[in-house]
């Protein structure tokens, strides 16, 4: 029984491996901001977003997803004033807004934290959702302009093995130039 397991385990982690998607460098907001897209995503921004995006207060500036719309990156420049300092706290407001929602939408949260990247505090948050079309979710967001600048990520809760490794490297290449 032992070796079922780690054989299943095994092709997993293969599997994930050979899904690894090919990344390409996006400048955002007039080349202010830059960040890997996966190669062959559009950007089709869509006013109906605000509803694949129940978190995000605002209609995103930018929205990449694959073909069959199944997996999505969204980008929201918010009105909200925020600083580099700031994002600790907004990490706990996110943070509780979720646990508010946990038994609504059947939620779990995997992971979060701040990441120092090139001096600026960049906040995250996995989660998972049973209920709606997306299952796996990973936030993340930093200061920009004095603004809070969010992007979400979302894929089916059974792709998730496939991109969690993708969208960590998406993540951690987001850079914010100084004005």
């Known amino acids: 029984m ?12 293969v599997a994930a491996a050979f899904c690894q998607q090919t990344l390409v460098s996006k400048s955002l907001f007039d080349g202010k901001v830059e960040i890997l897209v996966p190669k062959g995503f559009k950007n089709d921004v869509d006013s109906n977003l605000i509803f694949t995006y129940p978190l995000i207060a605002s209609i995103a500036s930018y929205h990449f997803s694959s ?16 600083d580099d ?5 907004f990490t706990d407001e996110l943070l509780t807004s979720l646990n508010k929602l946990k038994k609504r939408i059947k939620l779990r949260i995997l992971e979060d934290g701040i990441l120092l990247q090139d001096g600026k505090n960049i906040g995250f948050v996995k989660h998972t959702t049973s209920k709606g ?3 796996f979710h990973y936030i993340f967001y930093t200061s920009f302009k004095d603004r809070l600048l969010i992007f979400e990520f979302n894929c089916p809760k059974q792709s998730r093995p496939a ?14 130039k100084q004005s």
């Open 67 to 82: 073909d069959n719309k199944m997996v999505n990156l969204a980008c929201v420049w918010t009105e909200r004033a925020m």
């Open 85 to 89: 300092n700031g994002i600790p706290g």
């Open 2 to 13: 032992k070796k079922i397991g780690f054989l299943v385990t095994c092709s997993l982690f």
């Open 133 to 135: 079309k997306w299952g």
């Open 163 to 176: 991109w969690e490794q993708t969208i960590e490297q998406i993540a951690n290449s987001l850079r914010v």
